[in-house]
């Protein structure tokens, strides 16, 4: 496409996103682009735009030779692949905010690439209005790229701000971000940590060439953090995030999951709050950069997806450098976590999994302990994910196997038993 080719848009979908692109189209006179088709599903509902835009056939949009750009921002992730597939087979570059349906299709969608030399650009499915793909894909070097840390969910972190700070039980939060469009259509999605695992797996692709499903990350969500857990954060001068992390550990292996985690008061992501997201890049000789913007709604999503488009026009594609270019890394399995545990009883927490615990107390209703576990034992069990149980990262929480020895503590065989009784 050349600078000056006007951009005739099939959009698919005119919900949150589709309908704040659409505004947002109409207020960017420069891009040479218009709306000419959507494609909804619910042609009952009522909707701010002339009748004569939609239809609910999907041909009429994928078969028309005069749109050359569709843009899919629907819900359903197996109804959005049949979408991209036929476009780009079509011959029509792609723009997509389905961060489910990339995750879940990202080999397919690699070879769909290739095959038709198409762009498919997704800058909207991941922290919304932060260009966080294009500048892991464009700047970073993966060699150099030592960690990312990322809050990546707008809705959970604005259900936490709402439930530690504003005092909302989690009902009501959800109900405020599920009402101003933050949160899924189904919300366990949000909550359950499945959203943002989703994201972090391409995340993992542009940061360090990593194809891998969203099942190979170890990831939870903040449906089992309790007020209590809050209170021992505030002692501890952290506040309580859902983050997104990767580190590229000694021996060249990616270290990768989405946990909640203690952040001290004093990391950048501890000012992340609302729906805001935010992302810690530490990198060679760079140190720590912090990218930070709204990570859902309906103009800080639809602002990227209106990038895209707009990068459509001089013919942008991503080229998955690291995947392609570089030695791509793989997902390690071999490191340990620091965490801390809290249960309804003792016997929820198998104390023997930890390779030591060295801090644990019981207060009246709940029971804690700290303490490191390798990876895989959390990886290959759900014990830590059960009603009742919560489980919440230590600041720097990793721990690389040659670290092991020299941080664990001396203790003598009596006050193990002590613990283990
Ligand atoms: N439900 C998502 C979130 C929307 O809360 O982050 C943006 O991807």
């Known amino acids: 496409m050349s600078e000056n080719k006007k951009l005739v848009i099939g959009l698919f979908g005119f919900g949150v996103v589709g309908e704040g692109l659409y505004k947002v189209l109409q207020q960017t006179t420069s891009l040479n682009g218009t709306i000419k088709k959507v494609c909804i599903k619910h042609p009952e509902k009522k909707r701010n735009a002339p009748d004569t835009l939609f239809t609910t056939e999907k041909e009429a949009l994928l078969n028309d030779k ?43 969608i690699l070879s769909l690439q290739k095959e038709t030399g198409l762009p498919f650009l997704y800058e909207s499915a991941a922290c919304a209005s932060i260009p966080v793909i294009r500048n892991l894909e464009e700047y970073y070097d993966n060699d150099l790229l030592h960690s990312i840390r990322a809050i990546v969910n707008g809705s959970t972190n604005f259900i936490l701000t709402k439930i530690l700070e504003d005092k909302l039980d989690f009902a009501d939060a959800l109900k405020l971000a599920q009402e101003l469009g933050f949160a899924e259509s189904d919300p366990k999605l949000d909550v359950e940590g499945y959203d943002a695992a989703n994201k972090w797996t391409f995340l993992l692709t542009h940061a360090y060439g990593i194809v891998a499903p969203t099942s190979s990350i170890l990831f939870n969500g903040i449906q089992n953090i309790q007020l209590n857990d809050a209170r021992i954060a505030r002692g501890r001068e952290c506040e309580i995030k859902l983050v997104a992390q990767a580190k590229k550990l000694d021996d060249g292996g990616v270290a990768a999951f989405v946990l909640p985690q203690f952040v001290p008061q004093h990391d950048a992501l501890a000012f992340v709050r609302q729906e805001y997201n935010g992302v810690v890049i530490e990198s060679g000789f760079a140190d720590k950069q912090f990218f930070y913007g709204k990570g859902a709604g309906s103009f800080p999503t639809a602002s990227a997806v209106l990038s895209d488009i707009s990068a459509l026009r001089y013919d942008y594609k991503y080229e998955y450098k690291k995947l392609y270019y570089h030695e ?52 290959d069990s759900d014990w830590w994910k059960q009603p009742g149980v919560s489980l919440i ?11 092991l020895e020299q941080l664990r503590p001396v203790r003598t065989k009596a006050s193990l038993e002590d613990i283990l009784a």
């Open 393 to 403: 990262l230590a600041p720097e929480a990793i721990i690389e196997p040659g670290e």
């Open 66 to 108: 005069d749109i050359n750009v569709i843009v899919e921002v629907i819900d359903d992730a197996g109804a959005a692949f049949d979408i991209v597939q036929t476009a780009l087979r079509n011959g029509k570059a792609v723009v997509s905010a389905s961060k489910k349906m990339i995750a879940e299709h990202l080999p397919e």
């Open 328 to 379: 791509p890394s793989k997902l390690s399995s071999d490191f340990y976590l620091k965490v801390y545990i809290s249960a309804a009883d003792w016997s929820q927490l198998p104390k023997e999994e930890l390779e030591w615990i060295d801090e644990w107390h019981s207060g009246q209703q709940r029971s804690y302990l700290g303490g490191v576990i390798h990876y895989s034992r959390l990886k």
